[in-house]
């Protein structure tokens, strides 16, 4: 079965704009990550935090983690055209990968 | 490195048919997933696979679905007399060891039951 569930399932923007995707899940995590997928192709692994961190950056990408929330989100900040793709959060505990939904993100140039 | 390999990439099949698709995990990766992620669709978990350990088989739909990883290396997904409602893309992922690893996807195979 599947855990978790992003918000918003679909997100339209701007180039040049935020896009903000949200996560939330159910049971305790030793991390939780976030992956992207583009369209007929697997997923690729975008970035991890740690259960006791809060927040961690790489790049453009700013993750936030709330375990009293049972809550993440992934914020793309100045998005590009080439950043429209699905995003997928995924929970992990003891050796147990379980995905969301996802949220389709679409940037028009 | 190369990456997971999985093949086919598409196949197609008539209802009532067995098939087997197949994941070559990145070299050295311990731990194997299999998911299915159905069109427009998150992904459900099937099969996990670590080590000589005995695999995770919890997510598997029916006892038409089964997995083996011979010499803890190369897996394949079998589903015997497939129906309409497998068709989705098969996804496996392999990882390097337990912990705050992070997966390595193949990019799937496309199954079509007609």
């Known amino acids: 079965s599947q855990q978790g569930e992003e918000d918003p399932q679909a997100l339209s923007i701007q180039e040049g704009e935020n896009a903000t995707m949200n996560c939330s899940y159910k049971?305790?995590?030793?991390?939780l990550q976030w992956y992207r997928q583009n369209s007929g192709r697997g997923l690729v692994h975008l970035i991890l935090?740690?259960?006791?961190?809060r927040e961690k950056h790489s790049g453009r990408l700013r993750v936030t983690l709330d375990t009293s929330k049972k809550s993440s989100s992934l914020l793309i900040t100045a998005s590009r055209a080439a950043d429209t793709a699905s995003y997928f959060c995924?929970?992990?505990?003891?050796?147990?990968?379980?995905f969301g939904a996802g949220t389709r993100l679409t940037v028009k140039p | 490195g190369a990456g997971v390999s999985q093949s086919p990439s598409n196949k197609v099949t008539e209802k009532g048919k067995d098939v087997e698709l197949r994941c070559d995990p990145i070299?050295?990766?311990?731990?194997l997933y299999w998911y299915r992620q159905s069109l427009g669709q998150g992904l459900e978990f099937l099969i996990y696979?670590?080590?000589?350990?005995?695999?995770?088989k919890s997510g598997l739909p029916s006892d038409r679905f089964s997995a083996e990883r011979t010499g803890g290396s190369v897996s394949t997904l079998t589903i015997q007399r497939t129906q309409q409602e497998d068709s989705a893309v098969y996804l496996c992922?392999?990882?390097?060891?337990?912990?705050?690893?992070?997966?390595?996807f193949g990019n799937g195979t496309r199954l079509t039951v007609t």
């Open positions: 992922a392999s990882s390097p060891d337990r912990g705050r690893v992070h997966l390595h």
């Open positions: 049971t305790s995590i030793n991390n």
């Open positions: 995924a929970e992990y505990n003891n050796n147990d990968m379980r």
């Open positions: 070299s050295g990766h311990t731990a």
């Open positions: 935090i740690r259960s006791n961190e």
């Open positions: 696979f670590q080590g000589n350990s005995a695999p995770d």
